[in-house]
T-cell receptor, first 114, second 113 residues
Framework: DAGVTQSPTHLIKTRGQHVTLRCSPI?????VSWYQQVLGQGPQFIFQ???????GRGNFPDRFSARQFPNYSSELNVNALLLGDSALYLC???FGSGTNYGYTFGSGTRLTVV | EDQVTQSPEALRLQEGESSSLNCSYT??????LFWYRQDPGKGPEFLFT???AGEEKEKERLKATLTKKESFLHITAPKPEDSATYLC??????????????FGKGTLLTVNP
């Protein structure tokens, strides 16, 4: 079975640009979460979507938005990129929206803002 | 606010030298505590979930334990391939915390042959 797939794997953008990151969850998983991991830090929660509805949002500005599609894949959008947005963006999928099902992470998208 | 503190920040061991990593947490109510392993440039790889104090789980050379305030990841007779960053995360009960993992900064483990 395929794991969580994220695309692209690497991306370089200029300050002020917009970026879209994509995630396909494990087959049968209905929940997708997004995390930002800055070098040397643990992942920080951005969003969780379950059954196409936003269930949680972390402490990130409105420049960050996301959506989940009927096939449970998801997009993370970031507008007006700042240098500080450079990070590894991780997607995690789970069967349910809560704890008891476990969270499986993808390999991430490495975003560099120059 | 949920908080997770991991220590030490970095640990260097010789092959076969057992040790423990610590994860201290503060949450209003614990729904679950997670341990992940992360290799450079990769996403976190799930190791264990612990739900209540006194619970223990094992996998190969790794054993995770949980108390009401902290969790330990014990590594017995480590091998060089155990070198990685080990991340601890908590999920709390209630409100928006139901849907997120709060991670520590991780412990970078290096095992020398």
């Amino acid at each position: 079975d395929a794991g969580v797939t994220q695309s692209p794997t690497h991306l370089i953008k200029t300050r002020g640009q917009h970026v879209t990151l994509r995630c396909s969850p494990i087959s049968g998983h209905k929940s997708v979460s997004w995390y930002q991991q800055v070098l040397g830090q643990g992942p920080q929660f951005i969003f969780q979507y379950y059954e196409k509805e936003e269930r949680g949002r972390g402490n990130f500005p409105d420049r960050f938005s996301a959506r989940q599609f009927p096939n449970y894949s998801s997009e993370l959008n970031v507008n007006a990129l700042l240098l500080g947005d450079s990070a590894l963006y991780l997607c995690a999928s789970s069967f349910g929206s809560g704890t008891n099902y476990g969270y499986t992470f993808g390999s991430g998208t490495r975003l560099t803002v120059v | 606010e949920d908080q997770v503190t991991q220590s030490p920040e970095a640990l260097r061991l010789q092959e076969g030298e057992s040790s423990s990593l610590n994860c201290s947490y503060t949450v209003s109510g614990l729904r679950g505590l997670f341990w992940y392993r992360q290799d450079p440039g990769k996403g976190p790889e799930f190791l264990f979930t612990l739900y209540s104090a006194g619970e223990e789980k094992e996998k190969e050379r790794l054993k995770a334990t949980l108390t009401k305030k902290e969790s330990f990841l014990h590594i017995t007779a480590p091998k060089p391939e155990d070198s990685a960053t080990y991340l601890c995360a908590v999920q709390a009960v209630g409100g928006g915390s139901n849907y997120k993992l709060t991670f520590g900064k991780g412990t970078l483990l290096t095992v020398n042959p």
